[in-house]
């Protein structure tokens, strides 16, 4: 016996007698209730003053920015696809109160409304993390990673090739210029064999004191071709030397951009693009603090990195953790001036723990040194007296104390070869004062404590770099220029810290108290409630801007 088919009554086109609410279909314990209450709680006063006035009213910053903040935990990021989606997703449309701002609109607020404040507000949502007791800011873990710029990688700008091209040109400059007026470069360089170089204002000026009536044709023509091929063509050199700057290269498309050897390279060859290195500093997954640099090695980074994070929350923290790509003297110098606990590696901690480099005889580090004397012996016996001293300073300007000690005669000396290698008595140098650092960062390492910080590490920035590649596909930048580059990457960054927030079970609801209320969550059930002060945030941690990390 067949049964009835039953259908559901179907009408597209129907209508109700009263508006339905969006928010009845929206979980309780959905991620577009996080974003709203984090959002309703930022102070905005640092966007409201991009707002000129006048005009057209403007939608709410504060809109703008949860559609803003829920897109990018999405992996939503571009301005187009925000708009569809504020269109067709029920999520946006109850964060935006069913309004319907253009891509124009959202790109023009993410540019320039949120140039200057972004960071300020990513600071804010920190501060909230530490007050819910899931960071303390007393502990950063640091590391770095390249990601690529979206200029043309195949427009780029090295700086040794422009220097090399530059001289060039100087020298058929000054060699036409003494063949049009002699005595012009003896008269401005009595004692110098060859020409100095000629910049471009001076360049000018030499041929506008040139007098072309009592030039010949031939003469007339080479200053004719001075001012217009290669006065240009100088001006083009400087220009490109001054922004390059201190590094190695740049791309057209992107001046910002440095080109560095990246390991998503699609050839796997090892080839360069443009890119920025990334710094950042995680606790317990939670992205801390973050900022770009054109180097692509990690030295010389650190020390600005910590006094973005004073400037972000007025403190230093208390210990920092980090690979032996940070191990400089300079480095520990800083850490230790401002009294933080240095769980960072040097570049050999790992190799000299094995039997291989314990075993070694001919490594500086394992030869006798008497300290009353100030010798070292060599594997042969020989005294390795002092040489002298030596100064060498970085990119930074900062000063190391570099002391040479030299054998007396390695010239018949049967382990020749494998001590040493160079012509004559071997040199070895020693920086004390780096050593000692070294010391102690291996006393701290090898404790309890830094074998927990080590332990931690590996599962702290590294696995954050890799949820930001993978699991965001945040792969390669969106915007030219660093400045709007680090804007993109601030609103992400709020996006991760909400979106962490909200998988680690947690649900916030704000009462009129002035003042939040977290409940931890697991499985539906309601574990603990706990009620936090929210008006004991400091005012002083909110004024960080973007400018000041430039």
Request: proline content about 3%.
């Amino acid at each position: 016996m067949s049964r009835k088919v039953v259908i559901k009554e179907y009408m597209q086109g129907q209508q109700v007698l009263f508006p339905e609410s969006l928010d009845t279909y929206i979980p309780e314990n959905s991620p577009v209730r996080l974003v709203s209450q984090i959002v309703d709680k930022l102070d905005l006063s640092q966007v409201m003053k991009s707002y000129k006035g006048g005009g057209a009213s403007s939608y709410s910053p504060r809109m703008l920015l949860k559609v803003l903040f829920f897109a990018y935990m999405n992996n939503i990021y571009s301005c187009r696809k925000i708009e569809r989606s504020m269109n067709e997703n029920i999520h946006f449309m109850w964060l935006s109160g069913k309004q319907f701002p253009k891509y124009n609109t959202i790109n023009n607020f993410r540019s320039h409304h949120l140039k200057d404040s972004i960071n300020q507000l990513f600071s804010q949502v920190v501060v909230m993390l530490v007050e819910m007791g899931q960071i303390t800011l007393k502990e950063q873990y640091i590391d770095g990673t390249k990601i690529e710029s979206k200029a043309n990688k195949y427009t780029f700008v090295w700086r040794k090739s422009v220097e090399k091209n530059k001289a060039k040109l100087e020298t058929k400059i000054a060699s036409i210029l003494e063949q049009i007026e002699e005595g012009i470069v003896a008269d401005n360089n009595p004692n110098d064999d060859d020409p100095s170089p000629v910049n471009s204002k001076e360049l000018l000026e030499r041929i506008e004191k040139i007098n072309l009536e009592n030039k010949t044709k031939e003469q007339q023509k080479k200053i004719k071709e001075l001012k217009i091929k290669y006065l240009p063509k100088l001006e083009e050199y400087e220009q490109k030397l001054e922004t390059c700057g201190n590094r190695n290269s740049y791309s057209k498309t992107d001046t910002d951009a440095t080109f560095m050897r990246l390991k998503e390279d699609a050839m796997k060859n090892g080839q360069t693009k443009p890119a920025y290195n990334l710094q950042i500093s995680t606790e317990n997954q939670y992205l801390t603090n973050f900022d770009l640099y054109y180097n692509p090695t990690d030295t010389l980074t650190l020390i600005p990195f910590l006094n973005l994070h004073q400037t972000r929350y007025g403190e230093m923290p208390e210990r920092a953790c980090a690979d032996s790509g940070y191990g400089s003297e300079e480095n520990y110098d800083f850490m230790e001036s401002n009294k933080i606990q240095a769980f960072v590696k040097y570049n050999y901690f790992h190799k000299e723990q094995k039997k291989a480099f314990k075993n070694n005889p001919y490594l500086v580090q394992n030869l006798y040194y008497n300290s009353e004397k100030d010798y070292y012996v060599c594997p042969m016996g020989q005294h390795m007296t002092l040489l002298g001293k030596a100064i060498k300073v970085n990119e930074n300007g900062y000063k190391s104390s570099v002391y040479k000690y030299q054998a007396q005669n390695c010239g018949n000396c049967p382990m020749h070869g494998q001590c040493h290698r160079a012509k004559g008595n071997r040199i070895i140098e020693v920086n004390y004062k780096l050593n000692e650092y070294r010391i102690k960062a291996r006393e701290l390492l090898n404790s309890e404590e830094g074998l927990k910080h080590r332990s931690r590490r590996p599962i702290e920035p590294e696995a954050v770099f890799g949820q930001i590649k993978q699991n965001k596909m945040y792969k390669r930048f969106r915007h030219f220029g660093k400045d709007k580059v680090l804007m993109d990457f601030a609103i992400f960054a709020v996006a991760f810290n909400i979106e962490k927030l909200y998988n680690r079970q947690f649900c916030l609801i704000f009462s009129s108290k002035n003042e939040f209320i977290v409940y931890f969550l697991r499985e539906k059930n309601v574990l603990k409630k706990q009620s936090i002060d929210y008006s004991s945030f400091s005012k002083k941690l909110f004024c960080y801007q973007i400018k000041s990390a430039a």
